[in-house]
């Protein structure tokens, strides 16, 4: 059987090759200018054709044109986005080894059980040849690295601010264990000889999250509980809070660890575990605190620095 390649990175266009004649780009309609670069309609729908696959489904003709005009501007921006975000990284001067890009290719064909061949294959199953795809994995990497120069490394997090953090939710971090589950959950049938059928299905879900699929988004669909409106989210519970059947199953997972399907009186439950708070004070939750502090501080950083880009850019759409 042939394997599908997953999407391990956020696939970008090409960047406009610098090689094409002026005649050339003339037959490609320039959907945006970003500084000196421009970006081109058939380069925006290749992006859309690959990212907005689930959203495009399998509409056809008008429908499809309708579903593209709604996403293609937001599309558009992001394509934008990390044009500037390339340009800057050239200024700074860095770039990305062959060695890395080898090694990026090396890490997904082991982590996904790929050798050489199959990778080509897959490649070629999304339209792209392993050429297309060192491209897009290079752009990453150095996207990621501008990202850590301009940004991330530029972020101190001091031991004040996780105490004062700490003293202000002190709620939140409760001296006892607790942990924020999701579920999905199948009521507990009247006919005995039901209950076969209902494991049936479970297994399926668990089958497709083991594939990727969301847990949350298959909880809104499946699940007899009221929290499926909520994506299946119970929020924390600690000991003694909810089913003993459940505690004892969720209390032994890791975070992001979905449970096997398992019975309690009320019925069958798939779990996961979203989030844990450890007991013990701030000593058991000062990394935790740490990393939300940092993300928040990455996340505002970001920002900025993205929109220091485009404010310092020329930009003209022709959308």
Request: charged share 35%.
């Amino acid at each position: 059987m042939k394997k599908k390649l997953p999407v391990i990175f956020i696939l970008i266009a090409a960047i406009f090759n610098s090689e094409m004649t002026c005649a050339a780009a003339l037959l490609d309609r320039v959907v945006a200018t970003v500084n000196n670069e421009v970006i081109t309609w058939s380069e925006l729908m290749n992006v859309i054709a690959v990212e907005g696959k689930e959203y495009l489904g399998e509409a056809t003709g008008k429908e499809r044109d309708e579903k593209i005009k709604e996403i293609e501007r937001s599309f558009l921006d992001n394509l934008i986005e990390s044009k500037l975000q390339i340009q800057e990284a050239r200024k700074m001067g860095l770039d990305v080894s062959n060695s890395e890009i080898d090694g990026a290719v090396d890490e997904i064909k082991e982590k996904y059980g790929l050798t050489g061949e199959s990778l080509v294959t897959s490649l070629k199953a999304e339209g792209m040849t392993l050429r297309d795809y060192r491209e897009r994995l290079s752009e990453q990497i150095l996207l990621q690295k501008v990202i850590n120069y301009a940004v991330r490394n530029n972020i101190v997090i001091a031991d004040k601010e996780i105490e004062e953090y700490y003293q202000a939710n002190r709620d939140k971090y409760h001296e006892k264990e607790r942990i924020r589950i999701r579920q999905i959950f199948f009521a507990g049938p009247e006919d005995e000889s039901q209950k076969a059928d209902i494991e049936a299905v479970a297994k399926e879900l668990t089958g497709r999250i083991d594939k990727g699929e969301e847990f949350s988004k298959l909880a809104s669909e499946f699940s007899e509980d009221p929290s499926r409106q909520f994506g299946g989210d119970l929020g924390y519970i600690s000991r003694g809070s909810a089913l003993k059947e459940v505690e004892d199953i969720a209390f032994t997972l890791k975070t992001g660890e979905v449970s096997s399907p398992f019975w309690s009186p009320a019925g069958l439950h798939i779990i996961k575990v979203e989030d844990k708070i450890e007991g013990g004070g701030i000593g058991k939750v000062r990394d935790t605190i740490k990393g939300n502090l940092f993300q928040k501080a990455f996340q505002a950083g970001y920002y900025d620095w993205k929109s220091g880009l485009r404010e310092k850019a020329y930009i003209r759409i022709k959308l």
